[in-house]
């Protein structure tokens, strides 16, 4: 019997690339509702997987992957087949792909991340009005390359077609709206697009419970890392 695809992790902008991906590609799979600094971290299965104490896990059989890009990256090479969100591996396309997610990446989810540390989460991480004021001014000069890119009035970033790298950018523009970061109205409309696939309102669902919610808000958490 082939193994199950299983996604550790729930309630967070990064666990919803990896349900998304999957309810794109049309794969069954088991979600296993792991929410960030809950005791459902503490699952041994979970914990055996790695000790990364990181959600989303994706785990295939032998294949375990702890990235979420690197999550999506593989869903998209191997099930290519049954649709194609990245160009092949090795083509200028693909390079081009990779140019914008591992922009996205780098330069959007990390300064999130840094609100998120310092403003959602200074008990942990320390409070720091100064990193959140730069992280959010940084995030919202980088956005603009994808203002940019959008400026022809394509719905999607590479054109006509939806692929991963608008997963990537929507996960994030969607974190940036939860932390009042304003996005110019080309960015909001591109956001409502988007957001309007069938792939992603599945995904939402499966990933945004009311648990996780009410688990992450419990915690006096914010909702989007
Ligand atoms: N770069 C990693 C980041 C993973 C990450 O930071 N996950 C957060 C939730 S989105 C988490 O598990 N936090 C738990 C913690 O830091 O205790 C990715 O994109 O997968």
């Known amino acids: 019997m082939a193994a199950a695809i299983r996604v550790w992790g729930i309630g967070t902008s ?14 069954d799979y088991e979600t296993r509702e792991i929410i960030p600094r ?12 790695n000790q990364r104490s990181k959600v989303p896990v994706f785990e295939h ?10 999550i999506v990256f593989h869903l998209a090479d191997r099930y290519r087949a049954r649709c194609a969100l990245a160009p092949p591996p090795g083509s200028d396309e ?19 991340y840094v609100i ?6 200074p008990e942990i991480y320390g409070e720091s009005p100064v990193a959140i004021q730069s992280a959010g ?22 054109g006509e077609d939806f692929s991963a790298a608008d997963l990537l950018l929507v996960t994030c523009l969607g974190w940036a709206r939860i932390v009042n970061l ?35 808000s419990g915690a006096g958490q914010a909702d989007a890392d």
């Open 14 to 27: 990064r666990t919803l690339r990896a349900h998304w991906m999957l309810a794109e590609l049309g794969l």
């Open 182 to 216: 304003p996005l110019s109205s080309r960015l909001e409309e591109y956001l409502a697009g988007v957001t309007d696939r069938a792939g992603y309102r599945a995904a939402f669902s499966v990933n945004f419970t009311p648990e996780a919610m009410a688990a992450l």
């Open 94 to 112: 693909r390079a081009r792909f990779d140019d914008v997610c591992i922009f996205t990446l780098m330069e959007l989810d990390a300064p999130l």
């Open 116 to 121: 998120r540390r310092h403003g959602g989460l």
């Open 38 to 49: 809950t005791p459902s971290m503490d699952d041994p299965d979970f914990c055996a997987l």
């Open 137 to 158: 001014e940084y995030f919202l000069r980088q956005v603009a390359e994808m203002d940019r890119r959008l400026a022809d009035g394509r719905p999607y970033l590479f």
């Open 61 to 70: 059989g032998d294949l375990v992957i702890g990235e979420s890009g690197a």
